[in-house]
């Protein structure tokens, strides 16, 4: 459905994306994961047409990004992390605008596009609310729902539970989960639980790179073959992690826990030799006993850090904000979000809850 071939970006002497090259399957839900500044939303924004790239190629469902942007662009449907809302309209009013601006001209094609979409996001009551009246979790669901306008292969949702509260997050998850059912959905996020829990195949992005790709499984398996152990010593902090630096081949020592006079350390095998009896011996010999000694099963939490562990963006080095536009405005003419409400003849609707 979509291929990304040697993409960069860059913004003046920053590169935010650096030769990153992937393809995104039919029928699946792709988690693009990394730090705040890897490159996430650049990616994003590139691949739908908001940005233009430095150098590289975007194909979606076999249109050229460049060459061939309206069709490509038909393919997609995009959630911006920031929804591009009119918020004076009701969601009904704004929904049929988009499907229009997508090209459904007859009216009852419309209706029936805004029906769909509204159901699939659980906006059948909300019709006739005003948007600006909505909580945060019911417009998120608005923007979901624009996005499934003009009935798009592709979802693309950049952080689409950003500032929501718990119980609007899982909502939101099952409804991501939902629409991998039918469509194929690349997530953007930095929440680790919510990757794991609604992706297929996860890609990570450190300091504008590729770092990994596959499933989650894939990923903890292929850094657990290095020999990533997990023990637990007598003694003090110093006298355990000199023994455990006494094994040659273990490195990468990272203290996890300490009380009273209890270690707890991982530790790394740099050829994937199982050093487990070694590092026993050592520590044992140094007047150490050991109390658990393992095998670590990483998480995806594990993986990525793992992964990222050098990516420490500064704020010179983060992506310059990129905020979406309302359908159809341009950079000269579109409204603020959060603009003052103008006066209105009717009495606002209540504040719909979730």
């Given at each position: 459905m979509i291929e990304v071939s040697h993409l960069t970006k860059r913004y003046g002497s920053h590169v935010a994306v650096d030769d990153i090259?992937?393809?995104?399957?039919?029928?699946?839900?792709y988690g693009l994961l990394g730090p705040n500044g890897a490159g996430k939303s650049t990616t994003m924004n590139v691949i739908t047409g908001y940005l233009s790239p430095t150098s590289g190629t975007v194909t979606i469902n076999g249109h050229d990004i460049q060459e061939d942007p309206q069709a490509a662009k038909a393919c997609i449907g995009y959630l911006p992390e920031l929804?591009?809302?009119?918020?004076?309209m009701t969601v009904g009013e704004y929904l049929n605008f988009v499907a229009e601006l997508k090209g459904v001209k007859k009216k009852a094609d419309r209706a029936?596009?805004?029906?769909?979409?509204?159901?699939?996001?659980?906006?059948?009551?909300?019709?006739?609310?005003?948007?600006?009246?909505?909580?945060?979790?019911?417009?998120?669901?608005?923007?979901v729902a624009a996005a499934l306008l003009g009935s798009p292969d592709i979802i693309i949702l950049d952080e689409p539970t950003v500032g929501l509260d718990p119980a609007q997050m899982i909502e939101i998850r099952s409804l991501i989960h939902d629409l991998g059912k039918t469509h194929t959905v690349i997530l953007s996020s930095h929440i680790l639980s919510e990757v794991q829990t609604?992706?297929?195949?996860?890609?990570?992005?450190?300091?504008?790179?590729?770092?990994?790709?596959?499933?989650?499984?894939?990923?903890?398996?292929?850094?657990?073959?290095?020999g990533v152990i997990s023990a637990t010593a007598q003694g003090?902090?110093?006298?355990?992690?000199?023994?455990?630096?006494?094994?040659?081949?273990?490195?990468?020592l990272r203290?996890?826990?300490?009380?009273?006079?209890?270690v707890s350390f991982t530790a790394t095998s740099t050829d994937g030799t199982d050093l487990r009896?070694?590092?026993?011996?050592?520590?044992?010999?140094?007047?150490?006993?050991?109390?658990?000694?393992?095998?670590?099963?990483?998480?995806?939490?594990?993986?990525?850090?793992?992964?990222t562990e050098t990516d420490h963006p500064d704020e010179a080095g983060t992506e310059p904000e990129e905020k979406a536009l309302p359908a159809g405005e341009t950079e000269q003419t579109a409204e603020p979000e959060e603009a003052p409400a103008q006066p209105q003849v009717e009495q606002p609707d209540e504040k719909e809850g979730d």
């Open positions: 090259s992937f393809t995104v399957d039919d029928g699946c839900i929804p591009p809302l009119y918020t004076d029936a596009d805004v029906a769909r979409a509204s159901e699939r996001a659980g906006l059948q009551e909300m019709q006739t609310r005003l948007i600006r009246n909505l909580s945060k979790g019911y417009r998120q669901r608005v923007g609604v992706c297929d195949r996860v890609l990570i992005i450190s300091n504008g790179k590729l770092a990994a790709q596959g499933t989650p499984e894939e990923l903890a398996a292929r850094l657990a073959a290095k003090s902090k110093e006298a355990v992690l000199q023994a455990a630096q006494s094994v040659p081949g273990l490195t990468d203290v996890t826990a300490e009380k009273a006079d209890e009896a070694a590092l026993s011996a050592a520590l044992a010999a140094a007047g150490c006993p050991v109390l658990s000694l393992s095998s670590q099963n990483l998480s995806l939490e594990d993986v990525f850090l793992q992964l």
